[in-house]
């Protein structure tokens, strides 16, 4: 994640309407901010240890060998170039933005709710990469960042098919964010921090994977960030109310989604075989164990990349 800003604003005459002075204006922040990010991507794929000094060559940042499946550009914006921030599409037919990368200009004001509200960097990125997929400024409207995240909290997750000729638009989505932060001002009643409901199974096994981030915990937890509300509902309803013995298992399918429930003392490695055989194909696969009448997520894979 390469964080880039650029000061500046637009000058008297962008505002009055001189076309080629506000591509100027906005070449010396967005695209400038961006074509740094890209110089950056380049030297970190350029060198075996990327080291990043002060102005007078001290050294304050020293990585390990660049080896990273994706790279996100996230350029932190002021109000005056928030308007910009959606019509991406414009600015490269205009030639202010040349790299391929999707850079994702953001006001810094919704950056830091947005990082306020997710419960572990993997929703950040899995948001990040959720949003990269949308054609926005195409095909998809949006006048607000907060719309588009708390369509991401609240709504349904996955790739947005948009009918042929027609326009997707993002609606307002603030209310719960706006309901908070009143409340941690004193100025109304405190409520509890908007976040992606899961249920208590799916939301556990998210903690538990930014905590312990184990191999591919990233890639397991984009599985279950993936799930429709009303998937991850059906699927832990499956989870606590299946009547197995110890030694069993089953499997349900939701929607998209394929559980398999064990036994407490059966381990997934004595059925892996049956189950490949036997379970259909989904976009998601949850292996989970019932215990003490409760109900954990083991293992979380998906067959296609996040939306």
């Known amino acids: 994640m390469i964080i880039e800003g650029k000061g500046g604003s637009i000058s008297v005459q962008g505002r ?27 030297y970190l794929a350029s060198t075996t240890a990327p080291t990043f000094t002060d102005a007078r060559g001290r050294e304050v940042l020293r990585l390990p060998k660049y080896d990273a499946s994706g790279v996100f550009y996230v350029n932190p914006m002021l109000h005056s170039l928030g308007s910009f921030e959606y019509e991406l599409p414009r600015l490269k037919d205009l030639g202010i933005l040349g790299d391929q990368h999707t850079p994702w200009p953001v006001l810094v004001t919704d950056l830091r709710v947005i990082a306020e509200m997710v419960s572990s960097p993997a929703e950040l990125l899995h ?5 990269s997929s949308l054609a926005i400024g195409d095909t998809i409207t949006a006048v607000d960042e907060l719309d588009i995240f708390g369509a991401y909290l609240f709504g349904r997750v996955g790739r947005t098919d948009v009918p042929n000729d027609g326009t997707l638009y ?30 208590t ?17 990233l890639e397991s937890s984009y599985a279950i960030l993936d799930l429709p509300l009303t998937e991850a509902a059906a699927l832990e309803g499956y989870a606590y109310s299946a009547d197995i013995d110890r030694d069993e298992w089953t499997f349900e399918i939701a929607g998209q989604s394929a559980i398999v429930i064990l036994g407490e003392s059966l381990e997934p490695t004595a059925v892996l075989l049956e189950i490949a055989r036997v379970v259909p194909a989904a976009s998601r696969q949850f292996i989970v164990r019932q215990a003490q009448g409760g109900a954990s997520v083991i293992a979380a894979q998906r067959r296609r990349s996040p939306a």
């Open 16 to 42: 009055r309407g001189d076309i080629e002075r506000l591509k100027r204006d906005v070449s010396n922040t967005i695209g400038d901010a961006w074509n740094q990010c890209a110089r950056v991507r380049r």
């Open 170 to 199: 993002f609606g307002d989505s603030t209310t719960d964010f706006n309901t908070y932060y009143a409340g941690e001002l004193g100025r109304g009643p405190a409520v509890p921090k908007p976040r992606k409901m899961l249920g």
């Open 127 to 131: 948001y990040m990469r959720w949003r």
């Open 201 to 217: 199974m799916f939301e556990s096994a998210l903690r538990s994977l930014a905590q312990r981030r184990p191999r591919g915990w």
